[in-house]
């Protein structure tokens, strides 16, 4: 039986030696060589500090900030480890409430606002990271973010359009604009009118 056996556990230990270390080691070098920024999972990095990644949404709740989209990961929004929709049906009450208050606190923060509510801002994504807006939904914001700022309309939508990455290959998916890129250039910048 020993005879039979010890082939195996050798192939066992061989395998185990090839994809459970010197695979891992040879990808994670070569992805650190080729690839080092998002290897090490896309951060932006200003002064020495880590602001957050370009991958993962994050909560915004200033009336000086845009928002993006709200997050379903729970207990805390934007947590990575807890990835994953809210899984509720269009009929489900849930669902229902949570819109109309993500719809109430879009009208407070910009009572002025008569437009149509972009669905992305009230709306959560599929993995519920999402560190995406529409093209629409960070208009939508502009007059409120203009007013906070004392900036002009045309300051906003200028920055708006600065950040706006188009369709991916050119025809995958929507334009969109990184809240967290767009809310660190807003930082930045001087308020004057």
Known sequence: MLKELKPALV????LTLITGAAYPALITG???TVFPAQAN???IVEDGKVRGSRLIGQAFSDTRHFWGRPSATGPMPFNAAA????NLGPLNPALEDALKTRIAAL????PEQHTPIPVDLVSSSGSGLDPHIS??????QAPRIARHNDLT??????LIAQHTEERQ??????????VLTLNLTLDRLPTQR
């Open 41 to 43: 999972g896309s951060l």
């Open 135 to 140: 093209v629409a939904a960070a208009l939508w």
């Open 83 to 86: 990835s994953g929709a809210a």
């Open 107 to 110: 009208k407070a923060s910009d």
């Open 11 to 14: 192939v066992f230990g061989l």
């Open 30 to 32: 070569l992805a650190q």
């Open 169 to 178: 290959f050119g025809f995958l998916g929507e334009a969109r604009v990184n």
């Open 153 to 158: 309309e045309k300051q906003v939508r200028e």
